[in-house]
């Protein structure tokens, strides 16, 4: 029987980080995972295909509808779908396979198969062809991850109504496509296939859109969303979905219960996603659960199971791969005896559309449900000279500071390059900085990061280029007229 110091179920981020920390640290670790290839849903069908192909998209938006503006010009602009995924599939394969190397490098010995916890440390794997081998370790990790949610009454076929998997590979481009859900995957697919010329429409169960971020960041996106060509159906819930001779009928009822039907060659249902536990832990050993069907561990990551402890997806918490890459870390680390944490109110969220969002901390939405006082500052980037110059001038960078200390609380980001530009103010939250801070700290110019500054600055009316309110404008041009 395999011995190790550690077994890993589940080679996702959670699991790949984790495992690569246990060997670093000496631990003698195996990784267990039932695709051929490690990544998880992230490297495979999630984060990074759906990268390569909003970059594709927004190429050939970029190419139809900005160029011109720049001078550059074009006879005809056509596309190449199967291109367009062959790419997609080279980046997914190069990072996967990049993951095989780096496995191989740090001594982690790779298993193929569904691995099944018996009882604490003891592990069956079972391969693809039926046979099975018995593991033991002094400590598993669960890093199992999550699938897609489905809808009652919504048959997903995988052809016609389909979830991320499928829609990240869709042959041709549907004519009319249904989105049922405006979280990050509903708008970040829902933008990828808009641009490649299908006619989306995109229903949403709550009042906005992306409802994790602050109003005002969200109704900038469906604006721009808007003029790309989506369409939004908010306070609206899908109540079925039906299949007739290869298209779809969606059933929806609006907030002032009127029905509302759509049909559609293709559906996507992007109503969240859900721990995916199938099987990984015996019925036997009554593994506990919260409320909401996480697997509940404690500040250690550990299970009710002795020596059993889960990371990522499968627990509370947003479901984001970076989460999951630092509780991987934070795990093994106190597994091995070292001082292991992740900072819960410092964990960005970004979506990927065009602008994109991004936000860390406190909103202003949570600061009223909390009872928090916060002070804001804003910075349009109309009023910043790389995002002119960049013909990128949409959105506004925002900054939460504690009225009385000063202290950074929250960032939110709409505009080009927002994934890029969040991290400082990451930083900031995590070193427990001030707005003052992020405002005298020097910033390259020019560059949209200015923006950032200028939102830190304009928490205490200090900001350098704010551009003047309509109103002001207006006041300031009958004053020269006179
Ligand atoms: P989500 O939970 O972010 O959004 C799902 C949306 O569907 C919600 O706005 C919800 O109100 C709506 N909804 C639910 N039931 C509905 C109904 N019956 N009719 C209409 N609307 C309904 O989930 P999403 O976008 O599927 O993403 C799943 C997870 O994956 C999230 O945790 C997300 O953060 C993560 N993810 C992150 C990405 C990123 O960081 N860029 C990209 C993709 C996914």
Redesign the pocket.
């Known amino acids: 029987m395999a011995v190790f110091d550690l077994i890993v179920l589940g080679g996702g981020p959670a699991g790949y980080t984790g495992a690569i920390r246990a060997a670093q640290l000496g631990l003698n670790t195996a990784i267990v995972d039932k695709r051929e290839v490690l990544g998880g849903t992230c490297l495979n069908i999630?984060?990074i295909p759906?990268k390569a192909l909003l970059l594709s998209s927004d190429h050939l938006h970029f190419a139809r509808h900005q160029a011109a503006r720049h001078g550059v010009l074009f006879e005809t602009v056509s596309f190449d779908l199967a291109q367009m995924m062959n790419r997609k599939q080279g980046v997914v394969r190069q990072l996967t396979q990049g993951l095989e190397f780096l496995m191989k490098k740090n001594k982690i010995t790779r298993l193929f198969g569904v691995g099944q916890v018996l009882a604490p440390g003891k592990v069956v794997l079972t391969k693809a062809d039926g046979g099975q081998e018995e593991l033991q370790g002094k400590h598993v990790v669960l890093a199992t991850g999550?699938v897609?949610?489905e809808?009652p009454n919504v048959p997903i076929d995988r052809q016609t109504i389909v979830t991320?998997d499928e829609a990240l590979a869709f042959a041709q481009v549907p004519n009319e496509l249904v989105v049922?859900?405006?979280?990050?995957?509903?708008?970040?697919l829902s933008s990828v296939w808009s641009r490649l010329g299908s006619k989306v429409t995109i229903?949403?169960?709550?009042p906005r859109?992306?409802?994790?971020f602050d109003p005002d960041v969200t109704q900038a996106l469906q604006k721009a969303l808007e003029a790309e060509g989506m369409k939004f159906h908010l306070d609206?819930?899908?109540?079925s979905v039906a299949l007739c001779n290869g298209r779809a009928t969606v059933e929806?009822i609006s907030k002032e219960n009127d029905k509302l039907q759509f049909s559609a060659d293709k559906v996507l249902i992007?109503?969240?996603?859900k721990p995916y536990l199938d099987g990984a832990v015996s019925k036997d050993l009554g593994l506990k659960l919260t409320a909401g069907g996480r697997v509940a561990v404690d500040e250690r990551y550990r299970t009710n199971v002795p020596d059993l402890y889960a990371i990522g997806?499968i627990i509370e918490g947003?479901?984001?791969?970076h989460k999951g890459e630092d509780e991987g870390v934070a795990c093994v680390e106190r597994i091995a005896g070292r001082a292991g944490h992740v900072n819960y109110d410092a964990i960005p969220?970004?979506?990927?559309t065009n602008p994109e969002v991004a936000g860390v901390g406190l909103t202003e939405d949570l600061a009223k449900v909390r009872g928090i006082a916060v002070r804001v500052g804003k910075f349009p980037f109309a009023a910043n000279g790389r995002a002119l110059a960049n013909d990128e001038s949409q959105g506004f960078a925002k900054i939460l500071a504690d009225p009385k200390t000063d202290k950074l609380l929250g960032a939110q980001i709409i505009g080009f390059g927002a994934s890029e530009l969040i991290p400082e103010a990451v930083t900031v939250l995590e070193f427990g900085g001030s707005a003052e801070d992020v405002g005298k700290t020097v910033h390259a110019h020019p560059t949209m990061s200015e923006a950032l500054k200028e939102a830190a600055l304009a928490v205490n009316n200090q900001a350098f280029s704010i551009p003047p309110s309509p109103r002001e404008s207006r006041s300031a041009a009958a004053g020269s007229k006179r």
Do not use: Q
């Open positions: 999630g984060c759906s999550s897609p949610a809808l991320s049922v859900g405006a979280g990050a995957i509903g708008l970040e229903i949403e169960f709550l859109i992306a409802a994790f609206t819930t899908v109540t929806a992007a109503v969240g996603r997806d947003p479901m984001l791969a969220n970004v979506i990927y």
